[in-house]
């Protein structure tokens, strides 16, 4: 069996004095699809944040795809990497982001042709190309030449998961995807996340869409003050979830 | 009357202005023809040209210095942001005035200015007073200013930008300084371009203290007419006119760059005045009055 795309060993991160995560540890193989539950504050966004190094870690160990997050390790020393090698490696990890974040200032093309064309220097041609079939497949092929802040919020989001995609990533890491969303448009996401953990993609999934988690999910894992309390595939862990903190926890939202 | 107030407030103004164009018309004091003559004089043009060229260099120093000042001071390195604020601070304290004196006479404090390595051999040397001519010292003191506040107006317009924004171009690979450059600047420009051009308006005028290191500029020109015609008053209205006329012409500009910029991402651009008084005049003779068109979203 080939390394797990990401593995983390008693991960620490504090924001001053407030200690947010508090010795993750979890692993996450290639091609398998994860949801991380928990309240608000139980630490999963910045757990997700540090494994694209937009936070760093204060203790522990974390990898992905067999390598160190944010340093690298030689002689049994660590050292820090520089910024370019960093942003190498993030280029490789897509994000979603609760609110969308799209580039205000650019159309929706312009959107999904900048990293590639000006971060990995694919030229013009091929990116608006590959652009194209992405936003064809989200369903915006009409939308290319549109401003962000003429879409609904969940065409943002399909186009920002086809920024994430251009970039051709080995994982990606979605940060409450439909949290911000009208309920109505939140099923027209899911069907995108959906059918892009069909197709194999590694995908770490911060969500409270119980519906995606269930059906979509190779395993949940339930996050509370700064830990991992619980995992398991979806089935057992909805029907039988063992710790009281997931049961007080699922009665409140299901 | 429904507005009795109104029409009195407007009887007064109206009044005032009567009396005061009389006054302007008729005082033989104002020596209209005077200005006349000197309005387009050779000396007066050269020294306008002066006072553009002034506003223009001591701009684009002061707008590029003022980027690279707030970029440093946004920086995680201490040490680099803190020098940043030091620069800030030291140039906003000190008066312009005084800073054009100094830059003027930089040569009683380096009479010769070297490049070369620290306590290390010289590559270059001259003479400061070659180096540094009058309208060097000019822009150098305006410019060197002006960096200082234009720091201060782009750091509020970078900070504008949602941290979303920065996150997200982090997130696809993007370097620190790609971000910065092609993400996070285009947009805080909304904010930034506004200041910009006051800053630019009050450049204009500001660029008459470098009289008094004889830059003949603009107030210098005629200030060397007046001397030797003794007439003030109609070479100062010269001066005053032509700075009038320049600064309109940018307060125009500024509207359109303005315009331009804050409406980038949606759509539809508001009317400028020019089209809305054609719309009205126009609806106004047709009686029918449409609604007027799309309001301009958030961009």
């Known amino acids: ?254 | 009357m429904r507005h009795p107030g109104r029409w009195v407030a407007a009887a007064i103004v109206v009044l005032l202005s009567a009396a005061l164009i009389a006054s302007i018309a008729t005082n033989p004091r104002f020596e209209w023809s005077i200005v006349g003559d000197y309005f387009f004089s050779t000396r007066v043009l050269d020294g306008l040209v002066i006072t553009l060229e002034l506003t223009v260099v001591s701009m684009a120093i002061g707008i590029a210095l003022g980027i690279v000042l707030a970029v440093m001071r946004l920086s995680p390195n201490p040490l680099v942001s803190v020098a940043s604020w030091v620069y800030v601070w030291f140039f906003r304290a000190t008066p312009v005035l005084v800073q054009i004196l100094f830059w003027s006479n930089i040569s009683a404090l380096y009479p010769r200015l070297s490049l070369g390595i620290p306590f290390g051999p010289q590559l270059t040397d001259f003479s400061a007073n070659d180096v540094i001519t009058p309208f060097a010292a000019g822009v150098l003191a305006l410019g060197l200013n002006e960096a200082a506040y234009m720091a201060e107006i782009v750091r509020a317009g970078i900070l504008s930008v949602e941290e979303g924004q920065v996150e997200a171009a982090q997130s696809l690979g993007m370097t620190r300084l790609q971000t910065m450059r092609r993400i996070v600047l285009p947009q805080a420009m909304r904010v930034i371009i506004p200041p910009t051009g006051n800053e630019t308006i009050s450049m204009l005028k500001t660029t008459s203290l470098v009289s008094v290191i004889a830059v003949t500029e603009l107030l210098y020109s005629v200030q060397l007419i007046y001397a030797v015609n003794f007439q003030t008053i109609p070479l100062l209205i010269v001066a005053s006119i032509w700075y009038l006329i320049f600064t309109t012409v940018l307060s125009i500009g500024q509207y359109y760059v303005e315009r331009r910029f804050s409406h980038r991402g949606s759509r539809d651009l508001p009317e400028t005045p020019f089209q809305r008084i054609r719309r009205n005049l126009f609806s106004f003779r047709h009686a029918t009055v449409e609604p007027s068109g799309g309001s301009g979203g958030s961009g």
């Not at chain 1, 004095?17 to 540890?25: A, C, H, I, Q």
């Open chain 1, 1 to 254: 069996m080939s390394a797990p795309m990401v593995r983390a060993e008693g991960v620490y991160k504090s924001f001053g004095r407030l200690e947010v995560l508090k010795g993750v540890s979890l692993e996450v193989q290639q091609g398998e699809v994860v949801c991380v539950l928990g309240p608000s504050g139980s630490g999963k966004s910045t757990f997700l944040r540090c494994i694209n190094h937009l936070e760093k870690i204060d203790a522990g160990r974390l990898w992905v795809d067999g390598s160190l997050v944010g340093y690298r390790e030689a002689d049994g020393k660590i050292y820090e990497l520089r910024d370019s090698e960093v942003c190498r490696k993030r280029a490789q990890i897509g994000m979603v982001f609760q609110r969308f974040n799209l580039f205000a200032h650019r159309t929706v093309l312009e959107n999904v042709i900048e990293a590639p064309t000006r971060v990995k220097g694919v030229p013009r041609t091929e990116a608006v190309a590959r652009a194209t079939d992405l936003l064809g497949r989200v369903g915006l092929a009409d939308k290319l030449d549109t401003y962000p802040a003429q879409l609904s919020g969940g065409q943002q989001q399909r186009v920002a998961i086809a920024r994430a995609l251009a970039m051709q990533p080995k994982l990606m890491l979605f940060d409450e995807p439909t949290s911000a969303l009208d309920p109505e448009l939140v099923g027209e996401v899911v069907d995108v996340m959906r059918r892009l953990a069909q197709d194999g993609m590694t995908m770490i999934v911060v969500t409270h869409e119980m519906g995606f988690a269930r059906e979509t999910a190779d395993r949940v894992l339930m996050m509370d003050d700064g830990r991992v309390i619980e995992e398991g595939p979806p089935d057992r862990f909805f029907d039988a979830p063992r710790e009281e903190r997931t049961k007080q926890f699922l009665s409140k939202i299901l």
